[in-house]
T-cell receptor, first 118, second 111 residues
Framework: GAVVSQHPSRVICKSGTSVKIECRSL??????MFWYRQFPKQSLMLMAT?????????EQGVEKDKFLINHASLTLSTLTVTSAHPEDSSFYIC??????????????FGNGTRLTVT | ELKVEQNPLFLSMQEGKNYTIYCNYS?????LYWYRQDPGKSLESLFV???NGAVKQEGRLMASLDTKARLSTLHITAAVHDLSATYFC???????????WGAGTKLIIKP
């Protein structure tokens, strides 16, 4: 149980275009999902907390107009990288916890999206 | 501000040996998680430690939590090559169920 599906797994796009990444909780509801970014050989960097039905909470230094987050339902959050630049190339990972279990359940992670901007 | 420190950051060891990875954190928390990440892959949950003195074991890995010392350990017994990966500890910050992450320990186990 507690499967998180992330799509696409890899995407290559040209500078200036936008890319949408989807994160779905397949067998549980998640009022909160988290979007992370990971650079090579580094730990995870939390970008934003996605809240169902309300605005996302962005971490300091993360541009909310560049990384658009929409959490339209209890099972789907999307991250759109707008006007992508090569420096946006990274590994993006979403995660979620089953609703109602508070902090007693681990975060479950999607398989990640490798974004390459040319 | 909650900070999480892992050490060592890099560990190269021989198969069959035992070793321990340490995870220290700076403020009170009773929720600590261990994850494994293989190269190019996402994270896999290994252990959830929710109380002082908690000990969990899965195969050759054993994790423990001492909330008074603010320390968790991940012990590897008789290491095998398949355990080569990067291991992260993460601590719940108690506010919005966010996790504060350690820097990760890259473990290489040589045959």
């Amino acid at each position: 149980g507690a499967v998180v599906s992330q799509h696409p797994s890899r995407v290559i796009c040209k500078s200036g275009t936008s890319v949408k990444i989807e994160c779905r909780s397949l067998d549980f509801q998640a009022t909160t999902m988290f979007w992370y970014r990971q650079f090579p050989k580094q730990s995870l960097m939390l970008m934003a907390t996605s809240n169902e039905g309300s605005k996302a909470t962005y971490e300091q230094g993360v541009e909310k107009d560049k990384f658009l987050i929409n959490h339209a339902s209890l099972t789907l959050s999307t991250l759109t990288v707008t006007s992508a630049h090569p420096e946006d190339s990274s590994f993006y990972i979403c995660s979620a916890r089953p609703r109602g279990r508070g902090g007693r359940s681990p975060l479950h992670f999607g398989n990640g999206t490798r974004l390459t901007v040319t | 501000e909650l900070k999480v420190e892992q050490n060592p950051l890099f560990l190269s060891m021989q198969e069959g040996k035992n070793y321990t990875i340490y995870c220290n954190y700076s403020t009170t928390s009773d929720r600590l998680y261990w994850y494994r990440q293989d190269p190019g892959k996402s994270l896999e949950s290994l252990f959830v430690l929710l109380s002082n003195g908690a000990v969990k074991q899965e195969g050759r890995l054993m994790a423990s939590l001492d909330t008074k010392a603010r320390l968790s350990t991940l012990h590897i017994t008789a290491a095998v090559h398949d355990l080569s990966a990067t291991y992260f500890c993460a601590v719940d910050d108690g506010s919005n169920y966010q996790l504060i992450w350690g820097a990760g320990t890259k473990l290489i186990i040589k045959p």
